[in-house]
């Protein structure tokens, strides 16, 4: 049977095909903005944004892989927050909360190794632990009050970022005349992530065991969600949670755990980034990006976990790339225009799915029901 | 295995996008030689200085301090004919900073002017490593530089700081003068620059109380936004205070003014200005030619095009490892001051060319004093509301 | 030549993977019944669709009175005057009969509503074929016999000379579908042609003038329906001879095994108990089964049995244990077995494989997992067995996504399942809904099988044939209550039609 499904017929085959689409259409409507923008270097800066810096190569010296280890580091922390969005996806719930629980990841993180000066492990450990409670928090929500997910999730954001503001503004966090807060190399050097192959990237001073603890952890997801107990529970909720109560699995106990799990994603995401060193935070107005992004790209990778780590260093390297762009023609906004286009453009991943899938579905058996879905919409039609 | 083979032609896919990019963009540098060498036979009579900028956390067009260095930068290459172009990091830290001056340097850039106490630790970083770039700080005072481990300024590197003081101080002594009672001060992030403006115009406000004899009618709210551009929020507070009886408000930071405008253009209330003459672009702005009274400036211009002259003239060692802070320098000449009213755009009434005159001589030979320090807001007769932070 | 009023010609059409409609042929005679016969997925209702428009035909051709005719939206179809009585009406319930009727082809002058001509009309229609109904009844008051009325009415306030009736008789009771049959007859006398769309042979046998059975997409043949037989008929559907009657002994009953004690449920829709003080035992060997009309608390009542829904009072034993207020896994491990309703929401995840659903109650036991790892190894010998035992079918074996099995398949995996896991108590709901004939055969079969393995059955049906042949004790659910019990063996349809519509109880307690 399987050598009747055409090659580009395979699932896995059209997701791949479709963020390979996706990043492409999404590079070609890019180059058209900068096009009417202006026409006449919409060549030289696209070709400036996808080069990206990789023109360091001309330049003797470390530059090029200093910017590499740069460009994985501020990798890591989207593709974590992906990891956190596709994990609870996969369970069936839409954890839009990961902002928040990015969030108050942050203020774990500052808090505990500027004002209370521990040193990594615990400022990791207490990064986890406070996203895994504010995604616990949503999941009581969802659990024992029915409040959808998402909504509970988009109000966390928001405390989160508030409790952030109050508690990451006072004097022991942050630096009052630069307004951000104090630098970690300075003030307590233990907290900040052990190096990894820093001499490689071109001593990179940022570049730490985040980027391989990110693998890891992309890894430990893959096997939870394909080879363990745990996962078969979480996928067969996600999938059908009727069934999943008929089976006798603990819709409730799921729900907060699975989101448990993807905030304690999330708050880990926070401290890879703020452990480093590489970013001291400033008081923000708005949720921080990196939980929405997150969703694209989990998009982007097929909801699998490694794909989103591939997603990931796209999107990152597409969000590098506008600081290249000639900005003589073209502002910065208009960069980041383009860039916001390509990486939106990313969710249209399962749209450009079902374009890919409809002329043909897979149909094993010919005398097979067909989906409840088209059978509602055939009582509809009819 | 089908998930491997997707990771896999993912990963071809991306690295065929970089290389697809790569290859094509050998050709790319070497046209950009080109124009070098092009740029070079024609201007040969200027120099090799190509001239670049970096912006802090705001952008070129916050009618303030990127603005300004910006458009004194790009004129000054325009005039002598060398290459500009400005650059803005990806996002506001030192990692972004370093990673744009690293893009300028690599793009050919030898002279990079950056603005804003920011770029202390970008100087501390990469000054060392780059002896043949020159760059030209402004607004870096010592403290910065030591607070990053820097005790000197290498030879390639200079640093301006400004008597913000002395600016803040004219503005406030005017307005008082002029005749207002109840004004405002409206500062973006409390940093030193801004500080200093606000507290030298407490100071200034209260010295023409006193010499009117009013300190007991004057009155100052104080307030810092938080941030160096304007939203509803700090509207909402300009609104306030305006409907409070406010008549003036000094907007000190960045983009920040157009709250104070927006609020003041409501009820007939003014603004003064800051870094720069703002009297032009807020009467267009808002459509009120006397919206803004004054503005507290500093000669930002006028640096950079008297560096950047020295520099292609030769002279560069008058400023090599030099942090010079810049305020008052001539009773006589106005416009040579690196802190100053505007002459030209002067629209008060009761406080007239003669009587700012008269204080900048007063300011010159030391007959006034003005404290520089911003540990503690200066204490004064007249009335000092502070409010807290508004973001 | 025959007057044919509506013929499809040669009709085909594909879907991507599949013929829904292979070269099919349907001539409807003027003024005959004409039933249309297959099982599920034999492509009636692909051919219906393309008849009202839905779908564009590849090849063939349709003809009305012998003139080529392009049906291209459903108005084309009104147009020619064909109508359809859904399977599911489609009625608003809040409004009455008479602004149903005339719903979508309001009667106005200058965009005023004038009703007192289209009441004339309904009432004459009415009249005329004996179809009884008040016009100012809301349709939420009215029985599912009345509301079927109210869908004929429309199509015949609409002129249609065309009649389809798509599976009219699954929601009636015994005495109206005989109801129904009559009408029909009339209507047929008066000069309407009808397509009548089942699989229930019975109906077939007693209305239909002719018969087209289609299979697997494929056109099978039109016969006369005074020449043949059911069983001709039932192979011709299925392609092979299928037996009707189950073979089984007499049950041996043993120990109690469900003891049921005055279990309530709340109803979600209104304030009643949906279930209301439902008491009955099921012991080991016999096989007890639940009739009644849809939407009388038997879902609500398995529901509680299960644990799928609360249960508001009374008590429920499993083997001497209370297991009222326990979980469902409790009840799982503990003896019950259930095959459910509805096989998509609550039986399988149907975006797992077979064999990952094969273990969706066992994931947890020692056998299929280690350190909380699904020992794949084990589940994919396990999934085969079972497969082999029950012959279940599928396109790449243990590892196929069970979306794309056919009904019937997912079916015997549900059951293969459920029958295999140690239990006492085997609760089946609706086991054979939607299945074919060789299906519906195979799993009666193996109900039997278990209850003379020893296992109580608690069967849930609507299909009274299956209620008949299967149960050794029948208890008839109405309102959420127990009517009354009888036995299979001296009841006949008829009477337990008078219990399943209310017309009759035990307990002295004599229809209202």
């Keep these: 049977m399987e050598e009747k499904i055409s090659f580009f ?119 986890i632990l406070a996203g895994a409670f504010w995604g616990f928090l949503s999941g009581c929500f969802k659990a024992f009050f029915n409040v959808n997910e998402v909504i509970a999730g988009i109000m966390l954001n928001w405390i989160g970022l508030y409790i952030c503001n109050i508690v990451l503004g006072r004097p022991e966090c942050m630096n009052q005349s630069k307004s951000e807060t104090y630098d970690l190399a300075a003030n307590n050097p233990d907290a900040l992530l052990p190096g990894f192959m820093q001499e490689f990237f071109g001593n990179n001073k940022y570049i730490s065991i985040a980027v391989p603890l990110t693998i890891i952890v992309a890894v430990i997801i893959l096997i939870v969600l394909n080879k363990t107990t745990l996962g078969y529970e979480l996928k067969a909720t996600g999938h059908n949670k009727d069934a ?139 | 295995m089908k998930k491997k083979l997707l990771s896999v032609l993912l990963v071809a896919a991306m690295v065929a996008t970089m290389f697809v990019g790569c290859g094509s963009s050998a050709s790319d540098s070497a046209t950009d ?22 912006t802090d956390s705001g952008d070129i067009t916050d009618m303030s301090f990127n603005q300004t260095t910006y458009e004194a930068s790009k004129a000054f290459a325009e005039a002598n004919g060398a290459d500009f172009q400005y650059y803005k990091p990806t996002e506001d830290s030192n990692e972004a900073r370093i990673a744009s001056f690293e893009n300028a340097v690599t793009d050919g850039y030898n002279v990079i002017v950056v603005p804003g106490y920011l770029f202390a630790a970008m100087i501390a970083e990469v000054a060392e490593d780059y002896p043949d770039v020159t760059i030209i700080a402004l607004d870096c005072s010592e403290f910065d530089f030591t607070d990053n481990g820097m005790e000197k300024l290498p030879e390639n590197v200079c640093s301006f700081t400004y008597h913000e003081e002395l600016a803040g101080y004219m503005a406030g002594y005017a307005a008082v003068k002029e005749g207002y009672k109840k004004l405002g001060f409206l500062g973006g992030m409390a940093v030193p620059a801004v500080i200093r403006y606000g507290f030298g115009f407490v100071q200034g406000c209260n010295d023409a109380a006193v010499e009117l004899g009013n300190a ?104 090599a490892g030099k942090i010079e802070n810049l305020g008052i320098v001539s009773d006589t000449d106005l416009e040579a001051n690196y802190v100053q009213l505007p002459t030209d755009t002067w629209s008060m009434e009761n406080f007239t060319t003669d009587d700012y005159k008269e204080l900048v001589g007063k300011l010159n030979s030391g007959e006034v004093k003005v404290s520089d320090s911003t540990d503690a807001m200066p204490k004064t007769e007249i009335k000092v509301n502070e409010f807290d932070n508004i973001h | ?25 349907l001539q409807l005679k003027r003024g005959e019944i004409h039933a249309l016969l297959g099982e599920n997925g034999a492509g009636k209702s692909t051919l219906m669709s393309v008849l009202f428009g839905l779908y564009t035909p590849e090849k063939g051709v349709i003809k009305k009175d012998g003139k080529e005719v392009k049906i291209n939206n459903p108005n084309d179809a009104t147009d020619l005057g064909i109508g359809m009585v859904h399977q599911h009406f489609m009625l608003v319930d809040i409004f009455t009969v008479l602004d149903n009727i005339i719903l979508g082809s309001e009667p106005s002058k200058f965009g005023v509503l004038t009703k007192k001509e289209a009441r004339e009309k309904v009432l004459a229609l009415s009249n005329k074929y004996n179809l009884k109904v008040d016009p100012d009844a809301l349709i939420e008051d009215i029985t599912v016999g009345m509301q079927q009325r109210v869908e004929i009415l429309k199509m015949l306030y609409r002129d249609n000379d065309i009649l389809i009736f798509d599976e009219p008789t699954a929601v009636l009771t015994p005495q109206e579908i005989d109801e129904l049959m009559k009408i029909m007859k009339d209507l047929a006398a008066e000069g309407k042609s009808i397509l009548f769309i089942t699989h229930k042979l019975n109906e077939i046998m007693q ?28 192979s011709m559907m299925v392609g092979r001879d299928v037996k009707f009657a189950v073979d089984k002994t007499k049950a041996n009953p043993g120990q109690e095994v469900l003891k049921v004690e005055n279990v309530c449920v709340k109803s979600k829709i ?67 077995s259930h095959v459910p309703e509805d096989r998509h929401k609550h039986g399988l995840v149907l975006d797992y494989t077979l064999e990952e659903n094969m273990i969706l109650q066992r994931y947890f036991e020692p056998d299929f997992q280690k350190c909380g790892m699904i020992r794949k190894g084990e589940m994919r010998k396990y999934s085969d067995k079972l497969a082999a035992a029950f012959d279940v079918r599928s396109g790449q074996g243990a590892k196929t996504k069970t979306r794309s099995m056919s009904g019937g398949n997912q079916q015997k995996a549900i059951v293969a399942r459920e029958m295999d896991r140690a239990h006492e108590l085997l609760v089946a709901v609706q086991p054979t809904r939607g299945l074919d004939v060789g299906a519906i055969e195979y799993i009666h079969k193996e109900i039997v099988k278990e209850r003379d393995n020893g296992k109580a059955i608690l069967l849930v049906s609507l299909e009274l044939d299956e209620v008949m042949n299967l149960s050794d004790r029948i208890l008839v659910m109405y309102e959420g209550e127990i009517v009354g019990e009888v036995d299979p063996k001296t009841t006949t349809l008829q009477e337990l039609g008078l219990y399943m519509s209310g017309a009759k109880r035990d307990n002295g307690k004599e229809a209202k």
Excluded at chain 1, 87 to 114: D, E, H, P, R, W
Excluded at chain 2, 35 to 40: C, L, S, V
């Design chain 3, 270 to 336: 209104h304030s009643n108990d949906a279930v209301h003080d439902v008491s009955f035992n099921v012991r080991a060997g016999e096989i007890v089964c639940i009739a009644g009309i849809d939407g009388n608390g038997q879902t609500e009542f398995v529901g509680a049995l299960t644990g799928l829904d609360d249960i508001s009072g009374g008590k429920i034993t499993l083997c001497g244990k209370d297991i009222t207020k326990k979980s469902i896994r409790y009840k799982n491990t503990h003896g019950m």
């Design chain 3, 1 to 25: 030549m025959e007057d044919y009023v509506i013929e499809m010609l040669n009709i085909t059409k594909e879907f991507p993977g599949i013929i829904a409609n292979d070269d099919i042929t």
């Design chain 2, 216 to 319: 007991s009618d004057v009155e100052v709210n104080y307030v810092y936004g938080g941030q160096f551009y304007g939203d509803d929020a700090i509207t909402a507070q300009m609104d306030t205070w305006y409907s409070k009886g406010t008549e003036v408000v000094f907007a000190c930071g960045g983009g920040i003014y157009t709250s104070a405008c927006e609020a003041a253009s409501k009820v007939n209330g003014k603004v003064i200005g800051v870094d720069s003459d703002q009297s032009g672009t807020i009467a267009d702005q808002y459509g009120k030619d006397d919206l803004c009274i004054t503005s507290a400036m500093k000669g930002l211009a006028a640096t950079v095009n008297t560096t950047l002259t020295d520099l292609f003239a030769g002279d560069w060692s008058k400023h």
């Design chain 2, 33 to 54: 030689d080109a124009a070098k060498a092009e740029t070079g036979d024609t201007q040969e009579a200027s120099s090799d200085y190509r001239i670049a900028m970096i």
């Design chain 1, 9 to 127: 017929k395979r699932p896995a085959i059209q997701t791949l095909l479709a963020s390979v689409i996706c990043a492409v259409v999404g590079i070609i409507l890019g180059y058209i903005a900068l096009y009417i923008i202006n026409s006449e270097h919409a060549a030289d800066s696209m070709k400036a944004l996808l080069v990206n810096f990789f023109k360091f190569r001309v330049v003797k010296g470390p530059l090029l892989m200093k910017n590499f280890g740069s460009f994985l580091v501020k990798s890591v922390p989207i593709i974590l927050c992906a990891e956190a969005i596709l994990f609870a996806y996969k369970a069936g719930l839409f954890n839009i909360g990961v902002a928040g629980q990015y969030t108050v990841g942050i203020i774990a993180s500052i808090y505990c190794s500027l004002a209370l000066g521990w040193s990594w492990p615990l400022c990791l450990l207490a990064a």
């Design chain 1, 244 to 382: 999943a109560k008929y089976a006798g699995m603990n819709a409730k106990r799921n729900i907060i755990l699975t989101l448990v799990i993807s905030g304690a994603i999330a708050g880990m995401a926070a401290s890879t980034i703020y452990l480093t060193g590489i970013e001291n935070f400033k008081i923000a107005s708005s949720v921080p990006g990196m939980g929405f992004n997150g969703i694209a790209v989990a998009f982007l990778g097929g909801l699998n976990p490694i794909g989103a780590i591939i997603a990931g260093l796209f999107v990152e390297y597409i969000s590098l790339g506008g600081q290249y762009v000639d900005y003589n023609y073209y502002s910065p906004e208009m960069a980041d225009l383009i860039i916001s286009i390509i990486i939106y453009l990313c969710g249209f991943v399962l749209f450009f799915r079902s374009i890919l899938s409809r002329p043909g579905r897979v149909k094993v058996n010919a005398n097979a029901e067909p989906d409840d879905t088209a059978t509602k919409a055939e009582e509809k039609e009819v």
């Design chain 3, 207 to 234: 209305v239909a003038d002719r018969c087209s059975i289609l299979r697997k997409g494929k056109y099978i043949g039109t016969v006369d329906v005074a020449n043949t037989s059911k069983e001709e008929l039932s």
